[in-house]
């Protein structure tokens, strides 16, 4: 019987499409990522369709699209109830499935699938106010912040740093390196190929919080990015400057910092994150060799969503700008494991978080339910060239800031839901978002509306009537029922 391939699934939270040596990025360094690139294929137009962590990764567990898996923004306390995971699938085919890091799942602790869970969700805000119940205090029940407490004492904390959960601000991880969260993913992903059960196939999710704020990378990572000169954030010529004169001097504002001092810190603490990552995927890479595996898993690389990093005056995600919105994505594998593939290659074609689950029921070799939203990514591993769809739709619910979006490999529609504004970018010209076209580009934005039209036509919310877009609805993180 032939033997099935392990697979190892590391999920990065808020890394950026564009943060990768082998993409171009004039800064930052990734020697591991840009090995993976160059023994697999690497999805240069991969994106999150609802790009914030919540609904990011519902759909990579159930391979939804977000008004199917019913978040269409940031929603926290709403119980999963989802009849399939990638991970209950790979089960049922005989995979024994272990997750290690961030899940952001309510109830915290559901296993969704997986065999074993553990568990660090970073500092979550929902689970951490007093008034939850005591089996869901995120102290009590998150693996790592046992782990730390049990090192450093009682009261010690990620936080000790200063700093918040979603602020630009930015220093040194204030403990010794190995107590990073960074490496205690890396730790536990290696203990699970110590203790696995050898005669089973493995699905080995490592899920790095990392570069999600606190910008808190090791000492030596921070150092390696404060002492370069680094790319300015982009600022287009269609920028407005009064939010980051309101917001720029407020610590977790969504916009970024307004000091160009601070803005360096940012991006030095950002960057040293995913440095420091990268480096951690190195020693996990290191561990399949040692422990005989490597040659037999397939291993995936991607994130939740992106991170904005002061672009348009900007900070964190849940924008339809590409900062926010445009994700990693590297299938590597021998070519033993995946006949055909092109290793090396970049495929152009736009593909989405809820893609991995059926391409991973193919690599397996296990059945798909017909409801599953995500297309395979297999022929495109041989091909390159092939694309799964002409065109992504992307939306969030974020108050003022609501907005809906069609993204090509080429260009980018985006409507605000509240104002009916309508933005347009030639990313093929112009992969920075550095000018607003839609006014030299009348007839293809008419395209695009019609492919937005026919996507929300029908939706709760009455996007749609009589053919016509309409501001202004009601729009919630969370609809009553699929779609």
């Given amino acids: 019987m032939e033997k099935k391939p392990n697979i190892l699934i590391i999920m990065s939270d808020q890394f950026r499409g564009d943060c990768m040596g082998f993409m171009g990025h004039p800064d930052v360094k990734t020697p591991y990522l840009d090995t993976l690139a160059a023994r697999g294929v690497a999805f240069t137009n991969a994106y999150s369709a609802c790009p914030s962590c919540v609904p ?9 699209k977000p008004s199917h898996h019913r978040r269409v923004g940031y929603v926290d306390g709403e119980k999963w109830e989802f009849d399939r995971t990638i991970a209950s699938e790979c089960a049922k085919n005989g995979y024994y499935t272990k997750a290690c890091g961030k899940m952001h799942i309510h109830p915290t602790r559901t296993l969704a699938g997986f065999n074993h869970i553990d568990l660090h ?6 689970v951490r106010y007093q008034s939850n119940e005591y089996k869901y205090q995120q102290r009590i029940n998150d693996d790592y912040f046992y782990y730390l407490r049990n090192e450093k004492g009682i009261d010690a904390d990620t936080i000790d740093t200063g700093l918040e959960c979603n602020s630009w601000v930015a220093r040194p991880w204030c403990y010794d390196e190995q107590l990073h969260p960074t490496n205690w993913v890396t730790n536990k992903a290696m203990d699970f190929l110590r203790t696995r059960d050898p005669g089973k196939p493995f699905l080995l999710f490592a899920s790095y919080l990392k570069p999600h704020p606190p910008l808190d990378p090791p000492e030596y ?11 300015a954030p982009a600022i287009g010529d269609w920028e407005k400057e009064d939010e980051i004169e309101r917001l720029g001097r407020i610590f977790d504002s969504k916009t970024g910092p307004k000091d160009k001092f601070m803005i360096k810190q940012m991006m030095a603490g950002y960057y040293g994150l995913i440095t420091h990552l990268d480096h951690q995927i190195g020693k996990l890479i290191q561990a399949l060799v040692e422990h005989e595996v490597y040659d037999n898993t397939i291993i995936i690389f991607t994130a939740d969503h992106g991170e904005e990093l002061g672009d348009h005056h900007l900070f964190r995600k849940s924008r339809a700008y590409e900062g926010s919105c445009h994700i990693p994505l590297i299938i590597s594998a021998p070519e033993h494991l995946v006949k055909g593939i092109k290793r090396g290659a970049k495929a152009e074609g736009v593909v989405e978080l809820m893609d991995i689950m059926p391409t991973v029921l193919d690599l397996i070799g296990a059945e798909k339910n017909e409801d599953i939203d995500g297309k395979s990514l297999m022929e495109m591993l041989s091909d390159p060239e092939k694309k799964v769809r002409a065109y992504l739709h992307c939306e969030h619910a974020y108050m003022e800031h609501s907005s809906q979006w069609i993204v090509t490999e080429k260009d980018k529609y985006i409507w605000n839901t509240n104002d009916g504004k309508e933005e347009y970018f030639d990313l093929e010209k112009d992969p920075r978002e550095l000018h607003e076209a839609s006014k030299e580009n009348i007839e293809r934005v008419s395209e695009m509306r019609k492919a937005l039209i026919k996507e929300l036509e029908g939706r709760p919310e009455g996007f749609v009537k009589d053919g016509t877009l309409v501001a202004g609805r009601p729009y919630e993180p969370l609809l009553d029922k699929p779609f």
């Fill in 221 to 231: 990572y921070y150092n390696m990015y404060m002492n370069m000169d680094l790319r």
């Fill in 121 to 126: 969700d970073g500092y979550l805000h929902y």
């Fill in 56 to 64: 990011a990764r519902a759909g990579f567990l159930t391979g939804y």
